[in-house]
Nanobody, 126 residues
Framework: HVQLVESGGGSVQAGGSLRLSCTAS????????????MGWFRQAPGQEREAIVDVEGDGKTTYADSVKGRFTISRDNKKRSMYLQMNNLKTDDIAMYYC?????????????????WGQGTQVTVS
């Protein structure tokens, strides 16, 4: 099955930056990866999971208001990787960050839950 692995988390001071990576492996061709729906989520202790970036199969990207203007995604489809550049980090950004993917073949996810999830990477801001 498809596996997602996040990396790049760590501890930074407020105002600093981190770049998270999410790499897919397993039975997912580059062509299908390029057309997949993907997302970044985060969950702080005691809080519900928050969707922060949503990427449709056609590449349309939506950012949550909480990160808009500070976080940016990029992709290297040949590497089946997605990156989350996080700038001007705040203590409110402290959370475990997860990436997720589902096959949507260039279309929209339509509210269906993501199929594959990474194990998460911790971000701490002091």
């Amino acid at each position: 099955h498809v596996q997602l692995v996040e990396s790049g988390g760590g501890s930074v001071q407020a105002g600093g930056s981190l770049r998270l990576s999410c790499t897919a492996s397993g039975p997912i061709a580059v062509y299908d990866y390029t057309r997949s729906c993907m997302g970044w989520f985060r969950q702080a202790p005691g809080q519900e999971r928050e969707a922060i970036v949503d990427v449709e199969g056609d590449g349309k990207t939506t950012y949550a208001d909480s990160v808009k203007g500070r976080f940016t995604i990029s992709r290297d489809n040949k590497k089946r990787s997605m990156y989350l550049q996080m700038n001007n980090l705040k203590t409110d950004d402290i959370a475990m960050y997860y990436c997720a993917l589902t096959f949507c073949y260039g279309g929209k996810r339509g509210g269906i839950d993501f199929t594959y999830w990474g194990q998460g990477t911790q971000v701490t801001v002091s």
